[in-house]
């Protein structure tokens, strides 16, 4: 129950150092008691979370739902009522669903307030969703942006906000200071908002991998994109080419940048004598559509950078929470997501890849990610699938 009372404890506190800003949620009161989160985290004990499938058309910070129709997030009203109640059932009942809900993450990750979660790019749409996806677990976030913003409409004891510049290397050292986990959700926002792809995509990915091994982050979930390591794919040229005026030029060379930085830190960390307790996990979805989740059994999760099509935001948010919290099963890999749908139509134009690297028809989004090949074991097990191409930039 102590879990709870310390984001209140902490809603009193604002602080400030250079350009990492930490901010605490504003309350707007309690309307009752019919808790959609107390309701989230019974079902818990029941039910995978993967199951987790919500039904409405487009993907709000207002409605998120369980495959089975009961209601995670609806509007701020809701949302208010299950942080007061979810407090009071927290304070009252030694041992409840709720306070159980908050370990659930594998090695702790997000159960203690003190070590939350942080995720660079809560303002996006992926990282908005994650956040949303990790609350209703009963899991504790930091979620960042660049100017501290709170990212959702609701309320929660579980989300505490805060400002980073990701492009500077110490403000990050500070956000992941006590950090159990990261999602790297941040994406090039455009010229005119200071966010191009070399600084966020490329510069953003490195510091943040660079302050998670400073830090000693037990995890860290990159999003890319999918066919960055081919840039004589149709897909890399005609993305950076319509990109260029808003996002800066060679915006998927930055992507490529970024992701072979973050491998080549983790693996100097391995060979300065590191242990190995520390990883990452890179995932490149294709072409992004809002449109609901379509569920694990119809994902097609492949390696090599072959494979890309489309995919909901939601079954994105959706794998790299699980990502996240599968901890060590998902360590030290790279994969691509696409709908099985999608994939139909281009699929016989491209080349097959062994068996070992598709993964598809999963009825769950852990099973989705079982066996995966680490990206060592892809360089020595398959030389001919996997490109070694880091992006045509000027270090």
């Known amino acids: 129950m102590f879990r709870l009372l310390v984001p209140l404890v902490g809603t009193?506190?604002?602080?400030?150092?250079?350009?990492?800003?930490?901010?605490?949620?504003?309350?707007?009161?309690?309307?009752?008691?019919?808790?959609?989160?107390?309701?989230?985290?019974?079902?818990?004990?029941?039910?995978?979370?993967?199951?987790?499938?919500?039904?409405?058309?487009?993907?709000?910070?207002?409605?998120?739902?369980?495959?089975?129709?009961?209601?995670?997030?609806?509007?701020?009203?809701?949302?208010?009522?299950?942080?007061?109640?979810?407090?009071?059932?927290?304070?009252?009942?030694?041992?409840?669903?709720?306070?159980?809900?908050?370990?659930?993450?594998?090695?702790?990750?997000?159960?203690?307030?003190?070590?939350?979660?942080?995720?660079?790019g809560a303002g996006g749409q992926c990282g908005k969703l994650c956040t949303q996806i990790l609350i209703s677990k009963g899991l504790y976030?930091?979620?960042?942006?660049?100017?501290?913003?709170?990212?959702?409409?609701?309320?929660?004891?579980?989300?505490?906000?805060?400002?980073?510049?990701?492009?500077?290397?110490?403000?990050?050292?500070?956000?992941?200071?006590?950090?159990?986990?990261?999602?790297?959700?941040?994406?090039?926002?455009?010229?005119?908002?200071?966010?191009?792809?070399?600084?966020?995509?490329?510069?953003?990915?490195?510091?943040?991998?660079?302050?998670?091994?400073?830090?000693?982050?037990?995890?860290?979930?990159?999003?890319?994109a999918g066919t960055v390591t081919r840039p004589d794919a149709p897909a890399f040229k005609q993305t950076n080419y319509f990109v260029k005026d808003y996002f800066g030029e060679k915006f998927m060379d930055y992507?490529?940048?970024?992701?072979?930085a973050v491998r080549d830190i983790y693996a100097a960390q391995k060979q300065q004598g590191g242990k190995g307790q520390l990883g990452y996990t890179i995932i490149r979805p294709g072409a992004l559509n809002g449109r609901p989740s379509k569920g694990p059994a119809k994902l097609h999760l492949s390696q090599g950078d072959i494979y890309s099509s489309e995919i909901s935001r939601e079954d994105v948010a959706l794998v790299t929470v699980e990502a996240l919290l599968k901890g060590k099963d998902t360590d030290f890999v790279t994969f691509e997501l696409n709908q099985i749908g999608g994939l139909k139509k281009c699929i016989a134009s491209l080349d097959d890849l062994p068996s070992e690297l598709v993964h598809a028809g999963a009825p769950t989004f852990s099973e989705l990610l079982g066996g995966l090949v680490t990206d060592s074991?892809?360089?020595?097990?398959?030389?001919?699938?996997?490109?070694?191409?880091?992006?045509?930039?000027?270090?």
């Not at 992507?255 to 072979?260: D, L, P, V, W």
């Open 12 to 120: 009193l506190l604002c602080h400030s150092s250079n350009s990492f800003v930490l901010r605490s949620p504003i309350s707007t009161g309690n309307t009752g008691c019919h808790s959609p989160i107390v309701t989230s985290a019974l079902r818990q004990q029941k039910q995978a979370a993967d199951d987790w499938d919500p039904q409405q058309q487009e993907p709000t910070d207002q409605e998120l739902s369980h495959s089975d129709g009961s209601i995670l997030f609806k509007r701020r009203d809701a949302m208010t009522a299950s942080r007061d109640c979810a407090i009071l059932l927290s304070t009252m009942l030694l041992g409840s669903p709720l306070a159980e809900a908050a370990t659930d993450g594998a090695a702790g990750i997000g159960a203690d307030p003190k070590h939350p979660v942080v995720i660079l």
């Open 141 to 224: 976030v930091l979620a960042t942006t660049r100017d501290g913003r709170a990212v959702l409409k609701e309320d929660s004891p579980f989300v505490t906000y805060a400002s980073c510049d990701i492009t500077k290397e110490t403000v990050v050292n500070q956000a992941l200071s006590g950090a159990s986990g990261v999602i790297f959700a941040a994406s090039a926002s455009g010229k005119a908002k200071g966010g191009v792809a070399r600084d966020v995509d490329y510069i953003g990915a490195m510091n943040t991998a660079t302050a998670c091994i400073q830090q000693k982050v037990p995890k860290l979930v990159l999003l890319s």
């Open 255 to 260: 992507k490529i940048a970024g992701e072979s």
């Open 377 to 395: 074991d892809m360089k020595a097990k398959y030389p001919n699938v996997v490109n070694d191409f880091r992006g045509d930039i000027v270090r």
